[in-house]
């Protein structure tokens, strides 16, 4: 009862999450004001709860790999990024909400097409995707938007190949992936284009039980659906997660990341000149340094947990800034620079702990392949507007560029 | 300097297989597999970086 009062009275002081960007270019300068003065702090979220955000790299990374923590979001305490949100997870509970061993089951399923030598395997096919839109790009009007020229059909068309999801449909899953990731949407809406989407992939799931296809969701439906390993609903769950997931946020590190490298000219004629070894980490160097996943990974304390001097009771809220973590000056010397050459880049951007991005390798040959074609294709690729007249993604759980009007 | 993995708690993320390729791989449900369970000298920055980079920390150097 003490603590509660005593809580509330601070609560004015408490700053509010998330907090909006100075530069869009870089996280909010009170993250890195928070990671040198109070590290482990609370902050106020939009349902008026007070969970723990956490700053620093090697705090955000122990307390995503600690099996105390868990990412239940039908627990109390669990920290949402919005009601919408909120409402979406619940509406379509996927294992990226769940805690083992349940989300090791269902994560299992899927697996075996992300793993690194099966993601290996697909570079013709995404060579030859980047290739012919690039094409497309080249004959079409200039200036156009990037952005819908390449970023968002490159991973839309590579996931719908994999998921077996027909890519004519694009407009509408991509309209309504917008609508469930964006964080001011009414959670009515969410949840109606959560339903929509739902919709949708059961018909699809139900066309994959009767006529075996040879890809994911195919193989969901034959092996675990069919045999009643797994519910046809608990099946439409993960293709929602992994389609929303698997195109939204490559999209966007193709648009920003290539807004980035324009920024830094000599650092993209290095790209440009495809060294495989350059490329590699450069785009690790990206992905750390623009960290689109930009507002946390949200957990909740399962247990007691002393960190950082601090006490997490079991039952309080975490938020793991995963986009402080990766501007953390004591794990990346000048980490508010682009360096491309940076060495032992153990970053973030993917999450730590048991839930880390399961299309990882599969994101970074979309990228490995993607900036270097780009950049070759139009040597003299520019943008075509003012820099400070591009409009960004803050409302959305992931960030980016809204448009990239672009020339050559 | 010797590895060794806990398979049960693997997730499957790769992460090990990218930072040490010669001495790691994923069987075909993308659990870890140690190829060299004893790394050259040479070899160990490389061991390290992948337990290091394994989100599940299911890689052990001794």
Same mark, same amino acid.
């Given at each position: 009862m003490t603590i509660t009062a005593g809580h509330a009275a601070d609560a004015s002081a408490e700053p509010t999450y998330p907090m909006p960007r100075g530069c869009p270019f870089d996280p909010p300068a009170e993250l890195a004001q928070l990671r040198a003065e109070k590290p482990i702090s609370r902050v106020r979220i939009w349902d008026g709860s007070s969970p723990w955000l956490v700053t620093r790299y090697d705090d955000v990374r122990s307390l995503l790999a600690d099996r105390r923590v868990s990412s239940d979001a039908y627990r109390p305490g669990y920290p949402a990024q919005s009601p919408g949100i909120l409402a979406r997870r619940r509406n379509s509970t996927s294992f990226i909400t769940m805690d083992d061993p349940e989300h090791a089951r269902y994560r299992k399923m899927v697996i075996s097409d992300f793993t690194v030598r099966r993601t290996e395997s697909l570079r013709p096919l995404i060579t030859k995707i980047v290739d012919d839109l690039l094409d497309e790009m080249e004959r079409g009007p200039r200036p156009t938007d990037l952005v819908e020229a390449f970023a968002l059909p490159l991973p839309s068309m590579v996931i719908c190949q994999m998921l077996g999801v027909p890519y004519k449909d694009h407009d509408f899953f991509?309209?309504? %992936?917008?609508?469930?990731?964006?964080?001011?949407?009414? =959670? $009515? *809406?969410?949840?109606?284009?959560?339903?929509?989407?739902?919709?949708?992939?059961?018909?699809?799931? &139900? #066309?994959?039980?009767? *006529? =075996?296809t040879d890809d994911i969701l195919g193989r969901l439906a034959q092996r675990y659906v069919l045999t009643g390993e797994l519910s046809r609903d608990d099946a439409v769950s993960m293709a929602l997660l992994l389609l929303v997931a698997g195109h939204e946020t490559t999209a966007n590190m193709i648009g920003f990341g290539t807004l980035t490298l324009l920024q830094n000219p000599e650092q993209a004629a290095e790209v440009r000149d495809g060294d495989p070894a350059v490329v590699n980490r450069a785009v690790e160097e990206l992905l750390r340094l623009l960290t689109v996943v930009h507002t946390g990974r949200r957990r909740v304390a399962l247990d007691d947990i002393e960190i950082g001097g601090v006490t997490?009771? &079991?039952? *309080?809220?975490?938020? $793991? &800034?995963?986009? %402080? /973590?990766?501007?953390? /000056? &004591?794990?990346?010397? /000048? =980490?508010? #620079?682009?360096?491309?050459?940076? *060495? %032992?880049?153990?970053?973030? /951007?993917?999450?730590?702990?048991?839930?880390?991005c399961l299309g990882q390798p599969l994101a970074r040959l979309e990228l490995q392949i993607a900036y270097p074609a780009l950049l070759r294709r139009f040597p003299e690729l520019r943008v075509a507007v003012p820099v400070d007249d591009i409009r960004y993604r803050d409302k959305m759980v992931v960030y980016g560029v809204q448009a990239l009007p672009v020339s050559w | 300097m010797k590895i060794t993995v806990d398979r049960d708690r693997c997730i499957g993320a790769g992460q090990c297989v990218l930072n040490a390729p010669e001495l790691f791989d994923q069987d075909d449900e993308g659990t870890v597999v140690v190829l060299e369970e004893q790394p050259t000298p040479d070899q160990e920055p490389a061991a390290r970086a992948a337990e290091h980079a394994c989100p599940a920390r299911v890689i052990t150097l001794v």
């Open positions: 991509q309209m309504h %992936s917008r609508a469930i990731l964006d964080i001011t949407m009414d =959670p $009515a *809406e969410t949840v109606r284009a959560s339903d929509e989407l739902r919709d949708y992939l059961t018909g699809l799931m &139900a #066309e994959k039980e009767a *006529e =075996p997490i009771r &079991a039952g *309080e809220g975490i938020i $793991a &800034a995963t986009e %402080s /973590a990766n501007r953390d /000056a &004591a794990a990346f010397p /000048a =980490p508010d #620079e682009l360096d491309i050459h940076r *060495e %032992s880049n153990h970053h973030l /951007a993917f999450g730590f702990g048991v839930h880390q | -």
